[in-house]
């Protein structure tokens, strides 16, 4: 699995509407076969940055987005709205092929 998480600094005139900038790239990545998530968060800490958390089956699968229609006219859409080049982790995680569960907290009666 490719994981990869971004954090996007908006310029603030644009912050309140960056989901309306990216919905078409968002819809056309979910619907990639090999994206397995492709989930936006803003922060609750600075109302200007969004974080992408997104994983692809392998390899291949990443190419293949890079190397999309949606990618290059996402890309072109985001650098009139963000106000720093993005912040990028991306590895490969040998043997996953998504989310696993957390062993640390599970769900209890009150």
């Known amino acids: 699995m490719i994981f990869i998480t971004v954090k996007f600094t908006v310029r603030p005139e644009r912050a309140d509407d960056w989901m309306d900038v ?6 056309a990545t979910r619907n990639e076969p090999g ?8 922060s609750v800490s600075n109302p200007h940055e969004y974080v992408l958390v997104e994983a692809f089956r ?7 987005h890079v190397e999309s229609a949606h990618f290059a006219a996402g890309m072109d859409a ?19 092929d998504g ?9 209890r009666s009150a």
């Open 22 to 27: 990216v919905h078409d790239f968002t819809e």
């Open 35 to 42: 994206n397995l998530f492709f989930e936006w968060s803003r």
């Open 58 to 64: 392998d390899g291949e699968a990443g190419r293949q």
């Open 78 to 96: 985001m650098s009139y709205a963000v106000a720093t080049t993005p912040r990028i982790v991306s590895t490969e995680i040998p043997g996953m």
């Open 99 to 107: 989310w696993g569960q957390m062993a640390e907290v599970t769900p």
